[in-house]
């Protein structure tokens, strides 16, 4: 693999509406639990991308998609010491239910049954589409985007899977997240919200990680990322940001954030600024 330093960019193209686009080389990154509003379509090039889901290992190598549904924890790291090297586009539920009800006969929900398809030519048409989007070619972006996505459907679609909860916990996994949801720059201990639901702190973790995937802590970190995406998105500064969401400070969200996004907060905005700035020249 060509060159030594990790590199990511992270960033939207305007002829793209409600699709995140992503070019990144890691050595050393680790990806730490987490979810993504959108899915998770990405192009292994070079390396393999080790990913926990599903409670296994999932191994990428160069050739094949990992493929990670919305609301689905999962990890990520290299596989070989070297690295890997990947582009993926990440498509709003509604942009890939849109192209399913256009191209394919799937009702409900579309998804991805299996995290990992070999597939070398749709791996080429995720990386065009990122070349589409630098070169400002919003036609070949959008045409080549929808190709590989009725591609994926037809080879890996199924309906989404819902997370079956296992345990009579899941009414109170539900209050527990609500609380969390509406009080998310101050939230309880977990002593205190379990007394507050009326249940022992070990049964509401229990629940929790049934019902979500990962522990209130941890779910709790990930939905502040989720937060100072969008406030990101609107302007907000990340010192703001991270006040907002109830992380200490900048560095405290830069830390937690670039665990889960790939990069930092900073330089996720200013790609969104970038964006917009050269769709406002044109319009």
Same mark, same amino acid.
């Given at each position: 693999?060509?060159?030594?330093?990790?590199?990511?960019?992270?960033?939207?193209?305007?002829?793209?509406?409600?699709?995140?686009?992503?070019?990144?080389?890691?050595?050393?990154?680790?990806?730490?639990?987490?979810?993504?509003?959108?899915?998770?379509?990405?192009?292994?090039?070079?390396?393999?991308?080790?990913?926990?889901?599903?409670?296994?290992?999932?191994?990428?190598?160069?050739?094949?998609?990992?493929? /990670?549904?919305?609301?689905?924890?999962?990890?990520?790291?290299?596989?070989?010491?070297?690295?890997?090297?990947?582009?993926?586009?990440?498509? %709003?539920?509604?942009?890939?239910?849109?192209?399913?009800?256009?191209?394919?006969?799937?009702?409900?929900?579309?998804?991805? +049954?299996?995290? /990992?398809?070999?597939?070398?030519? %749709?791996?080429?048409?995720?990386?065009?589409?990122?070349?589409?989007?630098?070169?400002?070619?919003?036609?070949?972006?959008?045409?080549?985007?929808?190709?590989?996505?009725?591609?994926?459907?037809?080879?890996n679609g199924g309906r989404l899977p819902q997370r079956? +909860?296992?345990?009579?916990?899941?009414?109170?996994?539900?209050?527990?997240?609500? +609380?969390?949801?509406?009080?998310?720059?101050?939230?309880?201990?977990?002593?205190?919200?379990?007394?507050?639901?009326?249940?022992?702190?070990?049964?509401?973790?229990?629940?929790?990680?049934?019902?979500?995937?990962?522990?209130?802590?941890?779910?709790?970190?990930?939905?502040? +990322?989720?937060?100072?995406?969008?406030?990101?998105?609107?302007?907000?500064?990340?010192?703001?940001?991270?006040?907002?969401?109830?992380?200490?400070?900048?560095?405290?969200?830069?830390?937690?954030?670039?665990?889960?996004?790939?990069?930092?907060?900073?330089?996720?905005?200013?790609?969104?600024?970038?964006?917009?700035?050269?769709?406002?020249?044109?319009?």
């Amino acid at each position: 693999m060509a060159g030594s330093a990790e590199q990511a960019r992270h960033w939207r193209y305007a002829a793209l509406p409600g699709v995140d686009l992503l070019r990144a080389r890691y050595i050393h990154k680790t990806f730490v639990r987490h979810t993504h509003e959108h899915f998770v379509i990405a192009g292994i090039a070079e390396g393999v991308d080790v990913f926990r889901h599903g409670g296994a290992d999932q191994h990428a190598g160069p050739g094949t998609l990992a493929l /990670v549904n919305p609301d689905t924890p999962h990890t990520g790291r290299a596989g070989v010491p070297e690295g890997w090297r990947y582009g993926a586009v990440y498509p %709003a539920p509604e942009v890939v239910a849109g192209i399913a009800a256009e191209t394919t006969a799937l009702r409900g929900a579309p998804g991805f +049954v299996r995290p /990992v398809l070999d597939d070398p030519h %749709a791996v080429a048409l995720v990386h065009r589409v990122l070349r589409a989007a630098e070169e400002g070619n919003a036609l070949a972006a959008d045409t080549l985007l929808r190709v590989a996505v009725t591609r994926l459907l037809r080879l890996n679609g199924g309906r989404l899977p819902q997370r079956a +909860v296992r345990t009579a916990g899941a009414g109170t996994a539900a209050r527990a997240r609500a +609380v969390l949801e509406e009080r998310l720059a101050d939230p309880p201990s977990l002593s205190r919200l379990a007394a507050d639901l009326s249940v022992s702190p070990f049964a509401l973790l229990r629940a929790f990680r049934d019902a979500y995937g990962m522990p209130p802590h941890a779910w709790l970190t990930d939905a502040r +990322v989720r937060r100072a995406l969008r406030l990101l998105d609107a302007g907000t500064t990340p010192a703001d940001a991270a006040t907002a969401v109830g992380f200490t400070d900048q560095p405290h969200l830069s830390r937690h954030f670039t665990r889960i996004v790939g990069v930092p907060p900073g330089a996720y905005q200013r790609e969104r600024k970038n964006v917009q700035d050269r769709w406002r020249q044109r319009s």
